[in-house]
């Protein structure tokens, strides 16, 4: 499933092939995918330029002259092909520029795509409610002390929650936890405003690491069949189970159930 890091790998992959274009060709091949496909995004972005893409939480942004913004989510298997050898039947919606076509795959079809005024986006329904950015500035030690105060949730589960931080994945989450030392379980409203300190630099560190991983597959991702991957090679806790923990502190990965999704973390060091 596509994660912050992977979509903002997809944006800055889309922004070396449409920013500044003219979208000549915008066709959906098929009704719907998640949703159904707005009825006007043919008519509302045909002959529009792209002034820019952008990213909130797990939505990709691509913004027109037309005060029009087309909002994309990648679902579960939702992935952007550049200049495909041919258009497969997963291929939902094509945007051509001229000299460029992009095809929207996606297999499972849990992604979809969105319309929304630009100087409304803000009021967008999935953005409405939505807590900051955990890479922008807003993220802050005393926003989570705020947002957790007198909580007694799981600190693992409420970093999940969309509107304390928008778009942390589970997997991320589970890193950022392990990186700030951390113990999942611990209620929110327990943690230290020490730990606080070092859980916002955490989050942001293993996203940034992750994008800079993706960064590097770019030249895959660029090639036209070219499918982005898992950035899967640096995890410190995900799917290490039973393996010893990297800070060599004696300690063994354990993955327990929290609210229904596997949660990985260091007993020995995370406290
Ligand atoms: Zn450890």
């Known amino acids: 499933m596509p994660e912050l890091p992977e979509v903002e790998t997809t944006m800055r992959g889309l922004s070396r092939v449409l920013d500044g274009a003219r979208l000549e060709r915008v066709e959906p091949r098929r009704p719907d995918m998640r949703f159904p496909f707005p009825p006007d995004l043919v008519q509302a972005l045909t002959g529009a330029r792209v002034t820019g893409l952008d990213r909130r939480a797990k939505y990709g942004l691509i913004h027109t002259d037309r005060d029009r913004t087309m909002i994309f989510h990648l679902g ?6 550049i200049d495909p050898d041919e258009i497969g039947r997963h291929d939902h919606l094509l945007l051509g520029t001229g000299d460029r076509l992009l095809a929207l795959c996606d297999p499972r079809r849990f992604g979809f795509v969105a319309l929304a005024d630009t100087p409304l986006l ?33 600190v693992k589960l409420l970093l999940l929650d969309q509107r304390i931080v928008a778009g942390l994945g589970n997997i991320y989450v589970c890193e950022a936890l392990h990186r700030a030392r951390i113990d999942p379980r611990k209620p929110a409203g327990a943690v230290s405003r020490a730990a606080l300190a070092r859980l916002v630099p955490a989050i942001r560190a293993v996203l940034e690491l992750a994008i800079e991983q993706g960064g590097s597959s770019l030249r895959d991702y660029a090639h036209p069949d070219g499918q982005l991957g898992y950035f899967a090679s640096s995890f410190a806790v995900y799917d290490r189970e039973g393996e010893p923990c990297l800070r060599d502190d004696g300690g063994t990965i354990t993955r327990i159930a929290q609210g229904g999704r596997s949660t990985w973390y260091c007993p020995r060091c995370q406290r």
């Open 76 to 81: 579960m298997s939702g992935r952007w092909r």
């Open 122 to 154: 803000q009021e967008y329904p999935a953005f409405a409610a939505m807590g900051p950015e955990p890479l922008g500035a807003e993220l802050t030690a005393a926003h989570l002390h705020a947002a957790f105060a007198g909580r007694k949730q799981a």
